[in-house]
């Protein structure tokens, strides 16, 4: 059963920094193509960052030089480091398997001003 569950979410001020995790089971991740998205409230969800099955990840724009994505595959967990957050950096942010389409459950991080 294909599992995934964020967490490391919360209130940060402004210019400050964050960890989510997001911990799969029932699969490896090294072998699946996996994302965070963030929604704000009122907008549509948006894709953040990508790894590849080959470890090569992608930013997108809007967090690009700010959100490094990284896994460990012994943990089989996904990473998002996030750095000098902004407040329209405020979220819930999703781990997600492409392959079948897996969601988690989201995790809310809140920058203040």
């Known amino acids: 059963q294909v599992q995934l569950v964020e967490s490391g979410g919360g209130l940060v001020q402004f210019g400050g920094s964050l960890r989510l995790s997001c911990v799969a089971s029932g699969f490896a991740i090294d072998l699946y193509l996996m994302r965070w998205y963030r929604q704000a409230p009122g907008k549509e969800r948006e894709l953040v960052a990508t790894?590849?099955?080959?470890?090569?990840?992608l930013d997108e724009d809007s967090v690009s030089g700010r959100f490094i994505i990284s896994r460990d595959i012994r943990e089989n967990s996904i990473y998002l480091q996030m750095n000098s957050l902004k407040t329209e950096d405020t979220a819930v942010y999703y781990c997600?398997?492409?392959?079948?389409?897996?969601w988690g459950q989201g995790t809310q991080v809140t920058v203040s001003s």
């Open positions: 790894i590849f099955s080959d470890g090569r990840t």
């Open positions: 997600h398997r492409y392959r079948g389409n897996y």
